[in-house]
């Protein structure tokens, strides 16, 4: 990879101390955003048909929460490379690579993830006696509380490698600081989100042996680990934006 221009960089616009080097759109970003698109529409409320009466509409609206709760961690994993990409503008081979292999994964484990979502939201509604929001799915003939932690392991392990693929993106971008010419903040910023996306692994594994050790009346705690999530992606990142130097554009 070529070193990049002083005249290019100088072109490029500047956020909190960040060198926006991938503003302009690529086929890969496109492909990697309609790949995205489509793992949303496989989470959307699933319909035979338009509801025909109110009772239909409600149904089908206690879906609705599983598709928000399942559509977070997909979300996420979008944001972060497309901010990584973004910044950083990198299209070797091995940023390609990771790429499809992001896209890949994302499509396979959406089902299994928005599954969790849909126990998530029937077990609080049970315990809550949320009855506006049950599906009944405890109580359909395919359930069985026995098998549940494949779940978690279905999705701890989708979690493991989104995770590791992103921290793989930052660790290659680090490889080309001279031809990118990553200053110092940026330098922080592959760090410090290389070990969010750590945590996240970190927190997947938990569950996971969480899940295989407990019996299954207590196969929620395996779940209630991942509200700690909330604070990594989301508290931890605004912080991190929030108490960075500003540079003008």
Known sequence: ME?????????????????????????????????????????????????????????????????????????????????WSRIFGLHDRFSVFLSLLLVVLVL????????????????????????FLSTGLFESESWSSELVWVIFLYVAIGLIFLSLILIAFYQNTLKFGQELSITEEETKHCITFSLIWGVVAGTAVLSMLIASIVSP????????????????????????FKYRPLTPS
């Open 217 to 240: 009346e207590n196969i929620q705690l395996a779940g209630y680990i991942y509200f700690s999530l909330f604070l990594t992606t989301v508290v931890v990142p605004i912080q991190y």
């Open 3 to 83: 070193k990049l221009t002083g005249e290019f960089l100088a072109s490029c616009k500047r956020d909190r101390g960040r060198i926006l080097r991938g503003e302009a759109t690529t086929r890969l970003e496109t492909f990697v955003d309609a790949a995205f698109a489509f793992a949303f529409t496989m989470l959307v409320i699933s319909i035979d048909q338009i509801p025909r009466s109110p009772e239909e509409l409600i149904q089908l609206s206690k879906d609705i929460p599983s598709f928000v709760l399942s559509a977070l961690p997909i979300g996420s994993v979008w944001i972060a490379h497309s901010s």
């Open 108 to 131: 396979v484990f959406v089902y299994p993830m928005k599954l969790i979502a849909q126990i998530t939201v029937e077990y609080f509604s049970v315990i809550f006696d949320w009855n």
